[in-house]
Protein backbone atom coordinates (compact mmCIF):
# COMPACT_ATOMS: atom_id res chain seq x y z
CA UNK A 1 0.00 0.00 0.00
CA UNK A 2 1.53 3.66 -0.79
CA UNK A 3 2.38 5.63 1.96
CA UNK A 4 -0.59 8.12 3.41
CA UNK A 5 2.29 11.44 2.25
CA UNK A 6 2.21 9.19 -1.58
CA UNK A 7 -1.02 8.57 -2.08
CA UNK A 8 -2.10 12.29 -1.55
CA UNK A 9 0.36 13.27 -3.89
CA UNK A 10 -1.34 10.53 -6.20
CA UNK A 11 -4.72 11.62 -5.32
CA UNK A 12 -4.38 15.32 -6.03
CA UNK A 13 -2.40 14.33 -9.59
CA UNK A 14 -5.80 12.34 -10.48
CA UNK A 15 -8.16 14.87 -9.37
CA UNK A 16 -6.41 17.32 -11.70
CA UNK A 17 -7.49 15.61 -14.65
CA UNK A 18 -10.26 17.54 -16.27
CA UNK A 19 -13.04 14.64 -15.07
CA UNK A 20 -15.14 13.22 -12.68
CA UNK A 21 -14.11 10.50 -10.52
CA UNK A 22 -16.48 7.94 -8.66
CA UNK A 23 -14.94 6.82 -5.40
CA UNK A 24 -14.49 3.58 -6.90
CA UNK A 25 -12.47 4.29 -9.61
CA UNK A 26 -10.21 6.59 -6.88
CA UNK A 27 -9.63 3.44 -4.93
CA UNK A 28 -8.89 1.03 -7.53
CA UNK A 29 -6.34 3.84 -8.74
CA UNK A 30 -4.94 4.06 -5.23
CA UNK A 31 -4.97 0.85 -4.32
CA UNK A 32 -7.40 1.21 -1.16
CA UNK A 33 -11.16 1.29 -0.08
CA UNK A 34 -13.47 3.78 -0.58
CA UNK A 35 -13.25 4.87 3.09
CA UNK A 36 -9.61 5.50 2.86
CA UNK A 37 -10.50 7.76 -0.19
CA UNK A 38 -13.18 9.77 1.54
CA UNK A 39 -10.52 10.63 4.53
CA UNK A 40 -8.04 11.30 1.91
CA UNK A 41 -10.08 13.59 0.38
CA UNK A 42 -11.12 15.47 3.49
CA UNK A 43 -7.26 15.65 4.62
CA UNK A 44 -6.92 17.15 1.32
CA UNK A 45 -9.84 19.98 2.32
CA UNK A 46 -8.14 20.65 5.22
CA UNK A 47 -4.72 21.57 2.94
CA UNK A 48 -6.93 23.79 1.14
CA UNK A 49 -7.80 22.17 -1.87
CA UNK A 50 -11.57 22.35 -3.46
CA UNK A 51 -12.60 18.78 -4.13
CA UNK A 52 -16.35 19.00 -5.11
CA UNK A 53 -18.59 15.77 -4.14
CA UNK A 54 -20.45 15.27 -6.92
CA UNK A 55 -24.42 13.92 -6.06
CA UNK A 56 -25.88 10.80 -7.06
CA UNK A 57 -22.57 8.93 -7.74
CA UNK A 58 -20.66 9.40 -4.95
CA UNK A 59 -17.33 11.13 -6.86
CA UNK A 60 -15.20 13.53 -6.72
CA UNK A 61 -13.62 16.58 -8.98
CA UNK A 62 -11.39 19.44 -8.34
CA UNK A 63 -13.12 22.76 -7.42
CA UNK A 64 -12.39 26.14 -7.76
CA UNK A 65 -11.35 27.81 -4.17
CA UNK A 66 -10.81 30.84 -2.55
CA UNK A 67 -7.02 30.79 -2.74
CA UNK A 68 -4.42 28.93 -5.07
CA UNK A 69 -3.20 25.62 -3.55
CA UNK A 70 0.12 24.04 -4.47
CA UNK A 71 -0.04 22.10 -7.76
CA UNK A 72 1.42 19.08 -9.00
CA UNK A 73 2.93 19.42 -12.78
CA UNK A 74 4.08 16.87 -14.54
CA UNK A 75 7.92 16.53 -16.87
CA UNK A 76 6.08 18.21 -19.75
CA UNK A 77 3.28 20.30 -18.25
CA UNK A 78 6.68 21.90 -15.88
CA UNK A 79 8.47 22.64 -19.23
CA UNK A 80 5.97 24.52 -21.26
CA UNK A 81 5.37 26.66 -17.75
CA UNK A 82 8.93 27.84 -17.59
CA UNK A 83 8.65 28.38 -21.44
CA UNK A 84 5.47 30.60 -21.50
CA UNK A 85 6.81 32.57 -18.32
CA UNK A 86 10.05 33.48 -19.66
CA UNK A 87 8.21 34.49 -22.92
CA UNK A 88 5.84 36.55 -20.87
CA UNK A 89 8.99 37.99 -18.91
CA UNK A 90 10.22 39.50 -22.14
CA UNK A 91 6.85 41.92 -22.27
CA UNK A 92 4.42 40.29 -24.72
CA UNK A 93 1.76 40.51 -22.41
CA UNK A 94 1.58 44.43 -20.99
CA UNK A 95 2.30 44.59 -17.17
CA UNK A 96 3.18 41.17 -16.57
CA UNK A 97 6.70 41.16 -17.18
CA UNK A 98 7.64 41.53 -12.95
CA UNK A 99 4.79 38.64 -11.72
CA UNK A 100 6.22 36.80 -14.60
CA UNK A 101 9.89 36.65 -13.20
CA UNK A 102 8.88 36.25 -9.49
CA UNK A 103 6.85 32.64 -10.71
CA UNK A 104 9.75 31.92 -12.65
CA UNK A 105 12.30 31.92 -9.94
CA UNK A 106 9.90 30.20 -7.73
CA UNK A 107 9.62 27.63 -10.53
CA UNK A 108 12.89 27.15 -11.48
CA UNK A 109 14.26 26.78 -7.90
CA UNK A 110 12.16 23.80 -7.44
CA UNK A 111 13.21 22.52 -10.72
CA UNK A 112 14.96 19.00 -11.07
CA UNK A 113 18.21 19.30 -13.32
CA UNK A 114 16.77 17.30 -15.50
CA UNK A 115 14.20 19.82 -16.50
CA UNK A 116 15.96 22.73 -16.09
CA UNK A 117 18.61 21.20 -18.34
CA UNK A 118 15.81 20.84 -21.11
CA UNK A 119 14.40 24.15 -20.62
CA UNK A 120 18.17 25.37 -21.33
CA UNK A 121 18.70 23.33 -24.30
CA UNK A 122 15.14 25.04 -25.69
CA UNK A 123 16.10 28.00 -25.04
CA UNK A 124 19.49 28.02 -27.12
CA UNK A 125 18.13 26.39 -29.50
CA UNK A 126 15.14 28.53 -30.00
CA UNK A 127 14.41 32.10 -31.15
CA UNK A 128 11.95 33.51 -29.94
CA UNK A 129 11.52 37.28 -31.70
CA UNK A 130 10.68 40.22 -29.22
CA UNK A 131 10.08 44.08 -29.66
CA UNK A 132 6.44 43.29 -30.81
CA UNK A 133 3.37 45.55 -29.33
CA UNK A 134 2.61 43.96 -26.24
CA UNK A 135 -1.14 43.35 -25.14
CA UNK A 136 -3.34 44.54 -22.30
CA UNK A 137 -4.00 41.49 -19.97
CA UNK A 138 -7.77 42.18 -19.59
CA UNK A 139 -8.21 42.65 -23.28
CA UNK A 140 -6.42 39.21 -24.02
CA UNK A 141 -8.61 37.74 -21.36
CA UNK A 142 -11.54 38.97 -21.94
CA UNK A 143 -10.91 37.64 -26.27
CA UNK A 144 -10.37 34.16 -25.15
CA UNK A 145 -13.43 33.96 -23.01
CA UNK A 146 -15.34 35.09 -25.89
CA UNK A 147 -13.66 32.35 -27.93
CA UNK A 148 -13.98 29.43 -25.60
CA UNK A 149 -17.99 30.38 -24.67
CA UNK A 150 -18.97 30.91 -28.26
CA UNK A 151 -19.54 34.26 -27.39
CA UNK A 152 -20.16 37.31 -30.04
CA UNK A 153 -17.70 39.43 -29.71
CA UNK A 154 -17.83 43.34 -30.35
CA UNK A 155 -14.82 45.72 -30.19
CA UNK A 156 -13.39 48.70 -31.62
CA UNK A 157 -10.31 48.61 -34.04
CA UNK A 158 -7.75 50.27 -34.67
CA UNK A 159 -6.28 49.60 -38.62
CA UNK A 160 -3.18 50.16 -40.01
CA UNK A 161 -3.63 53.35 -41.24
CA UNK A 162 -5.20 54.79 -37.67
CA UNK A 163 -8.82 54.47 -39.31
CA UNK A 164 -11.10 53.36 -35.72
CA UNK A 165 -13.84 51.06 -36.88
CA UNK A 166 -16.35 48.92 -35.18
CA UNK A 167 -16.20 45.23 -35.64
CA UNK A 168 -19.21 42.51 -34.76
CA UNK A 169 -17.67 39.22 -34.69
CA UNK A 170 -17.88 35.13 -33.99
CA UNK A 171 -14.68 35.00 -32.60
CA UNK A 172 -12.54 31.68 -33.41
CA UNK A 173 -9.11 31.08 -31.65
CA UNK A 174 -6.31 33.37 -30.54
CA UNK A 175 -3.06 32.69 -32.34
CA UNK A 176 0.36 34.24 -31.09
CA UNK A 177 3.27 34.18 -33.22
CA UNK A 178 6.19 35.01 -31.24
CA UNK A 179 5.53 38.74 -32.26
CA UNK A 180 2.06 39.74 -31.69
CA UNK A 181 -1.26 38.05 -30.81
CA UNK A 182 -3.75 37.71 -33.44
CA UNK A 183 -7.68 36.83 -33.34
CA UNK A 184 -9.11 34.80 -36.21
CA UNK A 185 -12.77 35.37 -36.44
CA UNK A 186 -15.86 35.60 -38.52
CA UNK A 187 -16.91 39.16 -39.07
CA UNK A 188 -20.48 39.44 -38.90
CA UNK A 189 -20.70 42.84 -41.51
CA UNK A 190 -18.45 41.58 -44.15
CA UNK A 191 -19.75 38.04 -44.12
CA UNK A 192 -16.15 36.65 -44.43
CA UNK A 193 -13.12 35.63 -41.99
CA UNK A 194 -11.15 38.31 -40.51
CA UNK A 195 -7.46 38.20 -38.81
CA UNK A 196 -7.08 41.17 -36.10
CA UNK A 197 -4.12 42.36 -34.31
CA UNK A 198 -5.02 41.94 -31.09
CA UNK A 199 -3.06 45.03 -29.19
CA UNK A 200 -5.42 47.26 -31.89
CA UNK A 201 -8.49 45.90 -30.18
CA UNK A 202 -11.00 47.32 -27.00
CA UNK A 203 -13.67 45.00 -26.49
CA UNK A 204 -17.29 46.20 -26.29
CA UNK A 205 -18.27 44.61 -22.63
CA UNK A 206 -20.57 42.69 -22.25
CA UNK A 207 -20.19 40.56 -25.32
CA UNK A 208 -23.04 39.05 -27.30
CA UNK A 209 -25.00 36.23 -27.48
CA UNK A 210 -23.87 32.43 -27.95
CA UNK A 211 -23.17 31.32 -31.55
CA UNK A 212 -22.57 27.41 -33.29
CA UNK A 213 -19.35 27.55 -34.22
CA UNK A 214 -18.50 27.55 -38.03
CA UNK A 215 -15.97 25.15 -39.58
CA UNK A 216 -12.67 25.86 -39.18
CA UNK A 217 -10.81 28.24 -42.06
CA UNK A 218 -8.83 26.65 -44.31
CA UNK A 219 -4.81 26.84 -42.18
CA UNK A 220 -3.60 28.53 -45.20
CA UNK A 221 -5.64 31.69 -44.68
CA UNK A 222 -5.50 32.17 -41.32
CA UNK A 223 -1.29 31.92 -42.04
CA UNK A 224 -1.85 34.50 -44.75
CA UNK A 225 -4.20 37.23 -42.02
CA UNK A 226 -1.14 36.36 -39.52
CA UNK A 227 2.00 36.80 -41.72
CA UNK A 228 0.93 40.05 -43.62
CA UNK A 229 -2.67 41.36 -43.01
CA UNK A 230 -2.12 43.89 -40.13
CA UNK A 231 0.24 45.50 -41.91
CA UNK A 232 0.12 48.92 -44.01
CA UNK A 233 1.65 47.60 -46.99
CA UNK A 234 0.76 44.13 -48.30
CA UNK A 235 2.63 42.97 -51.48
CA UNK A 236 2.54 40.28 -53.99
CA UNK A 237 5.69 39.20 -55.80
CA UNK A 238 7.00 36.33 -58.16
CA UNK A 239 10.64 34.89 -57.05
CA UNK A 240 12.44 32.91 -59.86
CA UNK A 241 13.69 30.43 -57.33
CA UNK A 242 11.99 27.18 -56.66
CA UNK A 243 9.87 26.97 -53.31
CA UNK A 244 12.05 25.43 -51.15
CA UNK A 245 14.50 28.10 -51.68
CA UNK A 246 12.54 30.65 -51.23
CA UNK A 247 11.08 29.51 -48.14
CA UNK A 248 14.20 29.41 -46.63
CA UNK A 249 14.24 32.84 -46.89
CA UNK A 250 10.71 33.37 -44.99
CA UNK A 251 9.66 32.23 -41.88
CA UNK A 252 5.64 30.74 -42.01
CA UNK A 253 5.06 33.55 -39.55
CA UNK A 254 6.33 36.38 -42.03
CA UNK A 255 4.80 35.60 -45.60
CA UNK A 256 3.24 32.83 -47.52
CA UNK A 257 5.17 31.41 -49.86
CA UNK A 258 3.17 28.88 -53.06
CA UNK A 259 4.92 27.32 -55.52
CA UNK A 260 3.60 28.45 -59.25
CA UNK A 261 5.82 25.98 -61.34
CA UNK A 262 9.76 24.00 -60.53
CA UNK A 263 11.20 27.42 -60.88
CA UNK A 264 8.78 29.97 -60.06
CA UNK A 265 7.13 30.63 -56.69
CA UNK A 266 4.80 33.17 -55.47
CA UNK A 267 5.42 35.41 -52.20
CA UNK A 268 2.87 37.17 -50.19
CA UNK A 269 4.38 39.39 -47.48
CA UNK A 270 3.80 42.85 -45.76
CA UNK A 271 5.73 45.81 -44.23
CA UNK A 272 4.24 48.98 -42.35
CA UNK A 273 6.95 51.09 -44.48
CA UNK A 274 7.51 50.96 -48.30
CA UNK A 275 10.96 51.40 -46.94
CA UNK A 276 11.20 48.02 -45.35
CA UNK A 277 9.79 46.16 -48.28
CA UNK A 278 12.15 47.27 -50.68
CA UNK A 279 15.13 46.66 -47.89
CA UNK A 280 14.00 42.81 -47.78
CA UNK A 281 13.47 42.77 -51.52
CA UNK A 282 16.31 43.64 -51.64
CA UNK A 283 18.30 41.48 -49.44
CA UNK A 284 16.32 38.20 -51.06
CA UNK A 285 19.05 37.60 -53.33
CA UNK A 286 16.71 36.33 -56.62
CA UNK A 287 15.43 37.60 -59.91
CA UNK A 288 11.63 38.54 -58.52
CA UNK A 289 9.09 40.41 -60.40
CA UNK A 290 6.21 42.97 -57.87
CA UNK A 291 3.09 42.39 -58.75
CA UNK A 292 1.75 44.48 -56.27
CA UNK A 293 1.12 47.13 -54.97
CA UNK A 294 2.29 49.87 -57.10
CA UNK A 295 3.26 52.22 -54.67
CA UNK A 296 6.02 50.09 -53.93
CA UNK A 297 6.88 49.66 -57.64
CA UNK A 298 7.04 53.21 -57.83
CA UNK A 299 9.09 53.54 -54.93
CA UNK A 300 11.93 51.15 -55.83
CA UNK A 301 11.85 53.06 -59.35
CA UNK A 302 12.71 55.98 -57.43
CA UNK A 303 15.06 54.39 -55.28
CA UNK A 304 16.82 52.79 -58.27
CA UNK A 305 17.24 56.16 -59.66
CA UNK A 306 19.09 57.77 -56.69
CA UNK A 307 21.23 54.73 -56.53
CA UNK A 308 21.91 54.96 -59.77
CA UNK A 309 23.40 58.60 -59.60
CA UNK A 310 25.36 57.75 -56.47
CA UNK A 311 27.59 55.87 -58.50
CA UNK A 312 31.00 58.08 -59.52
CA UNK A 313 30.97 58.21 -63.31
CA UNK A 314 33.67 56.41 -64.98
Not at 45 to 62: H, K, S
Not at 123 to 140: F, R, Y
Amino acid sequence: MIETSARLLKLLSLLQQPKEWSGTALAGELGVGVRTVRRDVDKLRNLGYPVDAIPGVAGYRLGAGAALPPLLLDDEEAIAVAIGLRAAASGTVAGTEESSVRALTKLEQVLPSRLRHRIELLQQIAVTPSGGPSVQPDVLLAVAAACRDHQRLRFDYSNHDGTATTRTTEPHRLVHTGRRWYLVAWDLDRDDWRTFRVDRVEPRIPTGPRFTPREVPDLTTTNRGVAYGGYRYQTRLLVHAPVEQVADKFGPNVATVTSVDATTTLVETGANSLEQLALHLGLLGYPLEIQSPPELIDHIRELTTRLAAAIPAS
